[in-house]
């Protein structure tokens, strides 16, 4: 089983709705990320969680909101979702060290 | 503040060839540096990683790369390219002291030619 699961894989939605893109893991690990990535810009943060109580927003965290229920899970949510938007979402754990970023298969949002 | 530039957003190198991808990156305390693959439809993979170490960093699947401190340099090596190599890679770049978060390159596609 995969270590970094995401859900859903894939999500067509409206312009304005409200979604949300989910994350867990099973690494035991205390740090979690949310990312997404768009053609020729690579990988950009939105939010960064140390552990459950301790949430950060990261290079481009305007227009979502994170809630990280357990050390396993990770939310980010969309709460009116908007056409530049669209982009693939990736959810990312690190152990303390930070060194090395574990990534989940991503999610492909599309805002219509 | 730091930053990672990846020379090329698209490279094509002949089945068996020699895979050369370049990255240098700015950092204003001693860097770890990272390389990551991404096959189509799949998250990233770690391939590598200089954490202070070896300056010659072996990774997965006959992939290294050197950091040269003197050219801010980490780039990506592989002496002989297989069509599975075909993907993205994007070089990284974090801060070694604390919490310091990573820096992505824009990523270069790899496409190999039979």
């Known amino acids: 089983d995969a270590d970094v699961t995401q859900t859903p894989r894939n999500r067509i939605t409206k312009t304005g709705k409200r979604i949300m893109l989910e994350c867990s893991q099973t690494?035991?690990?205390?740090?979690m990320y949310w990312y997404r990535q768009d053609p020729g810009l690579g990988l950009r943060l939105i939010y960064y969680?140390?552990?459950?109580?301790?949430?950060n927003k990261g290079e481009i965290s305007d227009g979502y909101s994170v809630s990280r229920q357990a050390q396993a899970k990770f939310s980010l949510s969309l709460e009116s979702a908007i056409p530049n938007q669209t982009a693939l979402y990736f959810c990312?754990?690190?152990?303390?060290?930070?060194?090395?970023?574990?990534f989940g298969p991503g999610t492909r949002l599309t805002v219509t | 503040a730091q930053s990672v530039t990846q020379l090329g957003s698209h490279v094509s190198v002949s089945e068996g060839a020699l895979v050369l991808l370049r990255c240098n990156y700015s950092?204003?305390?001693?860097?770890?540096l990272f390389w990551y693959v991404q096959y189509p439809n799949q998250g990233l993979q770690l391939l590598l990683k200089?954490?202070?170490?070896?300056?010659l960093v072996k990774g997965i699947n006959d992939f290294e790369a050197e950091f040269k401190k003197s050219e801010t340099s980490f780039h990506l090596t592989k002496p002989s390219a297989h069509m599975s190599d075909a993907a993205e890679y994007f070089c990284?770049?974090?801060?070694?002291?604390?919490?310091?978060?990573?820096?992505f390159g824009t990523g270069t596609k790899l496409q190999v030619i039979p």
């Open positions: 990312a754990t690190s152990d303390s060290s930070g060194r090395e970023q574990y």
């Open positions: 690494k035991g690990h205390d740090r």
């Open positions: 969680s140390f552990d459950v109580k301790d949430i």
């Open positions: 950092s204003s305390v001693p860097p770890y």
């Open positions: 200089y954490t202070s170490a070896a300056t």
């Open positions: 990284a770049v974090r801060g070694s002291g604390g919490y310091q978060k990573v820096t």
